[in-house]
């Protein structure tokens, strides 16, 4: 049974760099078939999509975020990681890691999800 | 504003069957056959219940099932019952510069 947690800080100051780490057991981070995405959610909104990476490292970032977000891999613990820099009020959400599917473009499972809240 | 716009709230009662929209433009659900559907039950993680606009994953009820038509992606649960209370999100390929939308979510209460 794959299984996907997030780990991180909770609370991050407004203008420094947030920091995750989702963990992946039960699958191999380096398989061809997925990509390994993060998804936030702000509080009572929906679901917003900021970005992947493949086991071979390349990624994708939702354009609105471009400029901050990094999205990385460890496939020696088979983990991979995001940072958003330069983090504002807008940026407190519930931060999900996902496999995605590269022939579904579905997520599934997902982490748990951890609360983010950015401090001013 | 969510890319997808699906309505706020749906309603039924055990054992009716209700019908969640989803509709889009001709950038995503109008083109691509990626349309895929998630129950998030309050503090919880979204689960897939519907991907590739049809098909269901292994384990979930064959009560869900998924449609579109044009620009509007539709998720279909029969015979409701009580644990099927959940927040439902629509999401949708919408090509390699945005990737993937998601739509507002729409709560559905079994009355």
């Known amino acids: 049974q794959v299984q996907l947690q997030e780990s991180g800080p909770g609370l991050v100051k407004a203008s420094q760099t947030l920091s995750l780490t989702c963990t992946v057991s039960g699958d191999s981070i380096s398989g061809s078939d997925y990509y390994w995405a993060w998804i936030r959610q702000h509080a009572e909104r929906g679901l917003e999509y900021l970005g992947y990476v493949y086991y071979s490292g390349s990624t994708y970032y939702t354009p609105s975020l471009r400029s901050r977000l990094s999205i990385s891999v460890d496939t020696s613990k088979n983990q991979f990681s995001l940072k958003l820099s330069s983090v504002t009020a807008a940026d407190t959400a519930v931060y999900f890691c996902?496999?995605?599917?590269?022939?579904?473009?579905?997520?599934?499972?997902w982490g748990q999800g951890t609360l983010v809240t950015v401090s001013s | 504003q969510s890319a997808l716009t699906q309505p706020a709230s749906v309603s039924g009662s055990p054992g009716q069957s209700v019908t969640i929209s989803c509709t889009g433009t001709?950038?995503?659900?109008?083109?691509?056959?990626?349309v895929s559907w998630y129950q998030q039950h309050p503090g919880k993680a979204p689960k897939l219940v519907i991907f590739q606009v049809t098909h269901r994953p292994s384990g979930v009820s064959n009560r869900f099932s998924g449609s579109n038509s044009g620009n509007t992606a539709s998720l279909t649960i029969s015979g409701l019952q009580a644990e099927d209370e959940a927040d439902y999100f629509c999401?949708?390929?919408?090509?390699?510069?945005?990737?993937?939308?998601f739509g507002g979510g729409t709560h559905l209460t079994v009355l």
């Open positions: 001709s950038s995503n659900i109008g083109t691509y056959s990626y």
């Open positions: 996902a496999r995605g599917g590269r022939t579904t473009v579905s997520f599934d499972p």
């Open positions: 999401c949708s390929y919408s090509g390699s510069s945005t990737y993937v939308v």
